[in-house]
């Protein structure tokens, strides 16, 4: 056997024993499409860098196409059988009916999210590069980038053909986007109208049939309470919630949550939370509407056809007296679509690998469907992530690990937590992502090791299911593995370099010592909580321009806030300092 045959052998024989692996191993669905074809499917499976192609009335896979990345959103593209794919890692790519990539193009940083938003263009959003990319189909090219000014979230547009709004929200605050996409749109409109709510965690959003109405799935704070059982049970800590909002008035920025023209359900029961709405779906009508919720596992249905009327007669009827059906699924329900007729719901159960079909009117289930190994093999990360997102950790599943901390982030809220041993002083919440090598851990830096802070939290924050110690160590092994974000600058920029000498000459690492850019002490920096406590825990700076709020409190809403409140050395930062400093930790 020659060497080139040899090598050729060895590389098949490695690619069957990778192929092999994978298979054994969760697939881990993230998102649904419907395809042109009669009751097809596609469903993204992101462990196994596969798209699945499912046959619902056959109840089973019926082929699957590889990418060369993880899936994590699809959107099709018009009637064709066009599919466009967004990646972990800003990669997006356009496949034909074959599974054959027709174009593939680098969208941005992070987790992609799409929806196509006419007929010529797909509109494609990338987490950390804030901003909204037109795509055209035809060539794969981006045509126009949109700046929205947050880090992207849940999408969706109108159903009518005709209006060219897509609306996205913050994947991880309170803001939502209108975006114009038409090419043709008047310069003296706006192009994005941003406006922020009283919510966090918007999971789906998804706009009526008729266009009058948005609907948007999330989670609510009503207050930095303690947290205690009591406080979470009556929904005070956090709770799930629909909200409905007038179209016509998205653009005016005086109605907020408490006027007119917005209106709120509560998903939540009276015995039982529902963690973590990630998800809708509705009815052809306009009055059936699903929600995944997956950290409950469930899916609730809402017949919109009861409940409190609307000072507006035109609007379907919503309120408390609402009636909320309750739809047991696999674990995780991520994602939620209809069928065509709209009798049948499809949710893809993200922690089951599977999908569970249902009635679209009753919620019966139907059947589900296998997307996985019976029995996958999980490792401590695929057991951690499952955890990290499953709300039967807490009290009657009120919430999850990602409720405060989105995707291992932060959703910017302080919680009154026993983290620094008392209640009556909120703490911020600080973002996981990078956390691994950073101890010691809370705002004081009471805990020494990951485990310690994981197993405090789940029994005083959490309050639900006992904690024990392969739980721990599964959860350590996830946050363990979640990486900081990118930096926003280019690290060889001049402004950055005198920033870099402006943060050593001011001492900036006796605190935050590279390449880690913390310590392991606690350090007084001229601030003090309720319970007179005044030293506290530098977290890392790695990927500091993309946790704001910041400080224990979170009183400082951007890093320009953050460097006039604080003074490095004691004496206070000049305007080129604060500048120079900022593009530094920009470059982190």
């Not at 992070?110 to 509109?123: D, E, H, T, W």
């Not at 639900?464 to 930096?487: E, I, W």
Request: net charge neutral.
């Amino acid at each position: 056997m020659n060497s080139f045959v040899q090598v050729v052998a060895c590389m098949i024989l490695l690619s069957l024993i990778a192929t092999a692996g994978d298979d054994e191993g969760p697939t881990f669905p993230a998102a649904i499409a419907r395809m042109p074809r009669a009751n097809r499917y596609a469903v993204a499976l992101r462990n196994a860098r596969r798209i699945a192609i499912v046959d619902i009335d056959a109840g089973r896979v019926e082929r699957e196409w590889r990418v060369d990345f993880e899936p994590v959103s699809l959107t099709t593209a018009g009637d064709r059988e066009l599919l466009g794919v967004g990646g972990s890692d800003g990669e997006f790519a356009l496949l034909n009916g074959d599974g054959i990539v027709v174009h593939r193009l680098k969208a941005g940083r992070g987790p992609i999210r799409a929806v196509v938003a006419s007929s010529s263009y797909i509109i494609v959003a990338a987490r950390w590069s804030e901003d909204a990319a037109l795509v055209d189909r035809q060539t794969g090219t981006i045509v126009r980038r949109i700046p929205l000014g947050f880090p992207p979230g849940a999408m969706t547009r109108s159903v009518d053909p005709a209006d060219d709004r897509v609306w996205i929200a913050d994947a991880f605050g309170s803001k939502i986007a209108q975006v114009h996409t038409s090419e043709s749109i008047a310069p003296a409109e706006a192009r994005v109208i941003v406006r922020e709510f009283d919510f966090v965690n918007v999971g789906g959003m998804a706009a009526t049939p008729d266009g009058r109405e948005l609907l948007i799935a999330h989670m609510h704070q009503y207050g930095q309470v303690s947290i205690t059982s009591s406080n979470i049970d009556w929904g005070l800590v956090l709770s799930s919630k629909l909200s409905f909002l007038k179209l016509e008035s998205f653009g005016d920025r005086s109605v907020e949550a408490s006027r007119p023209g917005f209106r709120r359900l509560t998903l939540d029961g009276s015995r039982h939370g529902a963690a973590d709405p990630s998800a809708i779906a509705i009815g052809r009508d306009g009055k059936d509407v699903l929600i995944a919720c997956r950290g409950a596992h469930r899916v609730l249905r809402i017949d919109r056809t009861s409940g409190a009327a609307s000072a507006d007669a035109s609007l379907l009827p919503v309120g408390d007296s609402q009636k909320i059906e309750e739809i047991e699924v696999g674990e995780g329900p991520i994602a939620i679509v209809l069928d065509r007729s709209g009798e049948r719901a499809i949710s893809v159960d993200s922690a089951a690998d599977r999908l569970t079909v249902m009635g679209g009117r009753d919620g019966r289930v139907l059947k589900t469907i296998r997307l996985g190994p019976e029995k996958p093999v999980l490792t401590a990360r695929d057991r951690g992530e499952r955890l990290f997102h499953d709300g039967r950790l807490s009290l009657d599943r009120w919430m999850s690990c990602a409720s405060c901390h989105v995707d291992g982030h932060t959703n910017g809220l302080n919680f009154d937590t026993l983290g620094d041993r008392a209640y009556s002083d909120a703490k911020n919440t600080p973002s996981l992502l990078g956390v691994s090598s950073t101890h010691p851990y809370a705002w004081t830096g009471r805990f020494d090791t990951i485990e310690e802070q994981i197993a405090h939290s789940i029994a005083t924050t959490l309050r639900g299911r006992r904690d024990d110690d392969a739980t721990v160590a599964d959860l350590a092994a996830y946050v363990r593995g979640l990486s900081p974000p990118p930096a926003r600058r280019n690290g060889g920029e001049s402004l950055v370099e005198r920033g870099r000498i402006a943060f050593e000459s001011r001492r900036c690492a006796t605190c935050h010592k590279p390449p880690l850019y913390t310590t392991d002490e606690v350090f007084n920096v001229g601030m003090i909580d309720f319970n007179g406590v005044d030293r506290f825990n530098p977290p890392s700076l790695r990927g500091v321009s993309r946790s704001a709020p910041y400080f224990h409190d979170g009183r400082a809403e951007t890093l320009k806030d953050a460097l006039r409140i604080h003074h490095p050395g004691r004496k206070r930062l000049d305007d080129v300092e604060r500048v120079e400093i900022e593009a530094f930790l920009e470059s982190l």
